[in-house]
């Protein structure tokens, strides 16, 4: 968009205008979405000067100088106001171009469709935060009327406690909006079928589009070309959300990065973690670098191990198949808790723009050591029995071989080969079946040398070590623990914490990390969002260890439903000196 303005002059004041203005009679402009009057008294201005006044959706009014006789493009129509009076700034009065949008959710008879894309969207929509003018349309290849839809989807939809009021009224006004479209994935002409339908909710606004894509990798191309080709916005924005798993290994999340790339470029692509939605996770930039008590602590000098920590306590049913051909790792370690660590080990960005986040943790992915084989632990849970109930083994799943080796269990000792975490390891563990849920970061600080007060700890120093505990879930919460003096007489210590649990604190329900992530695609902002070159780095970490895992066949070590996990995990820990105990579920 531009405006070409010139500088004109009257005996009583100067100002700028479109030159149109200053040598014609015309008052209308077109196609701009801002225009300024400037008047100043006394002041002498070349004639013809041109000035462009730059603007977008993200970012602000610029100015720029222009040669005369530069081109202005136009936008938009809008009446121009004439000044009144002396040393003011009156501004134009402009009409803003209404615009609508149009979410298709691709594999919307979907198990993640229901449970959580489209409980998402109605949770904005509660909160006002999608836009006035919205439609959504379920995408898949189940034969299914608008009505079947919106029962379906009805069946998972809630209010959150602070907001029950008019609860039905607001749930029938967003099912209204939900229509639905079946085809095939790889239809070029249902999606033309679908573009038609879409066209017929937009009535000639400016139109941006979001596509979820809710279905396996290997439909992402497909998806993409159809989108591409068929069902893009004419005149805004189209952005596409894939899920993971982004690939099994380095080579196949390439392979598919250049797929998408034929139909799509990097800004359009919105690949999603749904834990880095996480209240915590977000959060985690705000202590590190909003807290002076924490910037000088955060390195080697202050830190003796970092443990990031993945914990379920139900087991694969209902996913044997998908897990079967994923495991633990790739579906946990590879991106979830190495996007946290990513985070948590970063460098401090120049701002908080998505790219200079994004090349902050890129530098720390790059940094990290490919996983050795042994700095690992790998099992896989075995049925138990507890009174009358019984809980069924992994390989119990009729979709998954007896003889299956997949990992349900995983810990691995990483580390960063930078000045910052030097010689700091990196426990990561993340497993199934365990006998908690849970997701932490748990950062253990060293002794403190010449510890005046080590003969009231009694001889394990570890349990008088500082510890900082950030539960991302449930009940989030981030605890320190200190050393404390037991009110009485004489001197006894205490290991306490400061506590600061979320729920006390902040009452509301906390949101849903598909919310945020959604509200942000929506918006464009792509701080939580994964880039290509992030994502490589990540495969390069634990592609290495994969491949030997498979190629030598290394049988997982069997725990119990509802333990702890494996014991070899204990022996890990204990190679670098850390007292990993119960993965702090003492707590």
């Avoid at 370690?333 to 908080?352: C, E, G, K, R, Y």
């Avoid at 570890?462 to 009485?488: C, F, H, S």
């Avoid at 491949?547 to 439903?561: G, S």
Wanted: proline share 4%.
């Amino acid at each position: 968009m531009a405006i070409r303005l010139s500088a004109c002059s009257s005996s009583s004041a100067t100002f700028f205008a479109p030159s149109s203005f200053c040598h014609e009679t015309e008052t209308t402009l077109k196609r701009k979405n801002f225009g300024i009057w400037v008047c100043q008294n006394n002041s002498n201005f070349h004639e013809n000067k041109r000035f462009e006044l730059k603007a977008s959706n993200v970012h602000p009014l610029k100015a720029v100088s222009l040669q005369a006789g530069a081109p202005a493009n136009s936008l938009a129509t809008e009446r121009v106001v004439n000044p009144v009076q002396e040393d003011c700034i009156p501004f134009l009065e402009t009409v803003k171009e209404e615009s609508t949008l149009s979410i298709v959710v691709v594999g919307a008879s979907g198990d993640l469709a229901r449970r959580k894309i489209f409980p998402a969207l109605f949770a904005l929509f509660n909160e006002d935060r999608l836009p006035e003018n919205f439609t959504i349309f379920g995408y898949a290849r189940s034969i299914m009327t608008d009505e079947e839809l919106r029962n379906m989807i009805s069946k998972t939809l809630t209010c959150r406690v602070d907001k029950r009021e008019n609860c039905n009224e607001k749930m029938d006004a967003f099912l209204k909006r939900c229509f639905y479209q079946s085809g095939q994935y790889s239809s070029e002409e249902h999606f033309l079928e679908l573009d038609n339908k879409l066209k017929g909710k937009e009535t000639g606004r400016l139109s941006n589009r979001l596509f979820y894509l809710a279905i396996p990798p290997n439909m992402f191309v497909d998806v993409a070309r159809c989108a591409k080709h068929r069902a893009s916005s004419e005149n805004g924005w189209t952005r596409v959300i894939v899920e993971k798993p982004f690939g099994r290994d380095t080579e196949s999340s390439r392979e598919l990065t250049r797929g998408l790339k034929q139909y799509l470029s990097e800004d359009q692509i919105f690949r999603i973690d749904h834990h880095l939605g996480e209240e915590l996770v977000e959060n985690l930039l705000v202590l590190r670098f909003s807290n002076l008590v924490f910037q000088p602590l955060w390195s080697r000098n202050y830190i003796r191990n970092v443990q990031l920590i993945f914990s379920e306590d139900f087991g694969a049913e209902g996913r044997g198949r998908y897990f079967d051909n994923y495991g633990i790792i790739r579906d946990i370690m590879q991106n979830h808790l190495l996007q946290i660590l990513a985070l948590f080990a970063m460098d401090t960005p120049v701002s908080l723009d998505a790219e200079d986040i994004r090349n902050e943790k890129v530098k720390v992915l790059r940094s990290v050591k490919p996983v050795q084989l042994e700095d690992v632990v790998i099992g896989q849970y075995k049925g138990d029995c507890d009174g009358n109930t019984s809980y069924p083994s992994y390989t119990d799943d009729m979709t998954v071989s007896n003889n299956s080796l997949t990992p349900t269990f995983a810990a691995a000792t990483l580390f960063i080969n930078n000045a910052q975490w030097d010689g700091v390891p990196f426990l990561m563990i993340a497993g199934k079946a365990l006998h908690s849920k849970r997701t932490e970061i748990r950062v253990q600080f060293r002794h403190v040398p010449g510890n005046l007060y080590n003969h009231k700890s009694g001889t394990d120093l570890d349990n008088a070590t500082n510890e900082l505990v950030i539960r991302i879930q449930p009940d989030e919460a981030i605890y320190l623990k200190i050393n404390n003096k037991v009110p009485g007489l004489g001197m006894r210590l205490d290991r306490s914490e400061l506590n600061l649990l979320y729920k006390a604190r902040y009452p509301r329900e906390i949101s849903d990390a598909y919310e945020r992530l959604l509200i942000d695609a929506i918006e464009g902002e792509r701080r939580l969002f994964i880039r290509s070159d992030e994502l490589d780095a990540a495969w390069q970490v634990l592609t290495p260890l994969l491949k030997e895992l498979e190629e030598k066949k290394v049988a997982p070590e069997l725990y119990t439903y509802g333990s702890g996990g494996p014991v070899g995990v204990h022996y890990l820990a204990a190679q670098h000196n850390i007292r990993w105990g119960d993965f702090g579920y003492e707590d």
